[in-house]
């Protein structure tokens, strides 16, 4: 049987090792270890926060191992998940199919997304447990004609228990995460190795032989028939062009901002992670408790059951780029010219909410959907595959979205990996 490697566990890997194990032997190597929730108390976090030791948002990274947190050189927040289950594990769980962008390429994912939805639970039935916030803030974008729509989620939120960490991840087992279907490809016997840090590529001949990886202190090969990187937006494009395979400078990362406000006993840090949405032409807004924010940003100094926020996701430029140093990413004019429309809209509804405008403020800006640098086009509809990459390497991850998409990408990651995989077992004839 040929060798399959997948570089990553998140959403793009662990759908393609799942599609392909059986067909092929599959190896999946993971940079980051086992996941565990952020465990810490928040009233242990309060009383830390008031020391001033909490004044950088990578220190997150210390307490909490399986978020990584990097900055850009302008101090935008880039986070990802480090760890088995990638980022999905620290989703707010939205299960959106957002491929507006692909169908306009001649990609038709139906099939993919009917296989996701018969794999996943996904549902709506978070609603009844809302608190009164959120149905405010429900009712205000209602009157004020902005169409806001429950947020369908990936897993069995009735058993939700309303502690509103979501995106510390889930500690009752009540959001889906791509760990599940790395658990199911290893019960079908591929194989898992943690701690592995791919760096390159190694080519022969214009084919890959395999990878490079460092694994703790050594620097390990590990050959392969076919290699697959779903490494995420930030990662996949370091590894192609470690191994001489140039990207392009089209980074999007659909940056948040929170637009918030004291209000006592508002309650929502024991909310679900974004309940509904208002889709707006170039951004969303949520309900969000902005944990970065919360603990690092001297304005969000409020005890956390008193603050209310309401977060923009913008679709921003196609512009950035990242290498194995930095990663380079501004908001270009006319995305800081939307950011601002929409601030305006926030401080609008929360204004309807009781708030007084001059008391409202704004939290850090951060991003967590990166991808776009082999962006797919409408000549690779057919072969999810760019002629910069030699035959038997895949890309399955967020890198290949042809557009920023300002709105949670897991679903369509997920079934761009699983066309990937489709295409391959038929190119192999199995
Ligand atoms: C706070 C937050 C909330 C979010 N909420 C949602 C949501 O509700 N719904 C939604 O659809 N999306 C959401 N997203 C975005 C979504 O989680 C990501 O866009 C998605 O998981 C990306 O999938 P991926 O396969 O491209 O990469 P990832 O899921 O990031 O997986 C990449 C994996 O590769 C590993 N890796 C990286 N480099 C290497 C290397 N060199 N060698 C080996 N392994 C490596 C990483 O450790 C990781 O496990 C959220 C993101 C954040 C940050």
Known sequence: MKRVIV???????????????????????????????????????????????????????????????????????????????GTTTLSAGNALRMDKGLKDLGIDLDDEFEELYREIPVTNDHRPKWRNSTKKLFEICTEMGLNPVPLPKLGNYQRCTGCGRCVLGCRYHVKWDSRQFLNAAQDLGAELITGCQVVKLVMEKGLVKGVQAQKGFNTVFYPADL?????????????????????????????????????????????????????????ILSPYFDYLSFFFHPSWRYPAQDIVSLMIKLADSSAGTVDNKNIRKTLSDIDQERLREEVGLCIEILARYGIKKDTIFLGTINAGHPGGMLPLTANEAGTFHSPRLPENLYVADATLFPEPLGNPPILTIMAMAKRVSKIIIDKNGL
């Open 227 to 283: 290699v697959i990187l779903a490494a995420g937006g930030f990662s996949t494009p370091v590894i192609l062009q470690n191994s001489g395979i140039e990207c392009e400078s089209r980074l999007f990362v659909d940056p948040v901002l929170c637009v918030a406000a004291r209000q006592k006993g508002s309650l929502q840090n024991k909310e679900l992670s974004m309940p509904f949405a208002v889709q707006r032409e170039h951004a």
């Open 7 to 85: 570089v990553g566990s998140g959403a793009g890997g662990a759908a393609a090792a799942k599609k392909l194990q059986g067909k092929f032997q599959v190896t999946v190597l993971e940079a980051g270890r086992e996941f565990k929730p952020f465990s810490i108390n928040l009233s242990v976090l309060e009383k830390l926060r008031k020391t001033g030791l909490f004044f950088d948002e990578r220190e997150i990274q210390l307490l909490f191992p399986s978020m990584s947190v990097k900055k850009t050189p302008d101090s935008m927040v880039m986070v990802s998940g480090k760890g088995l289950g």
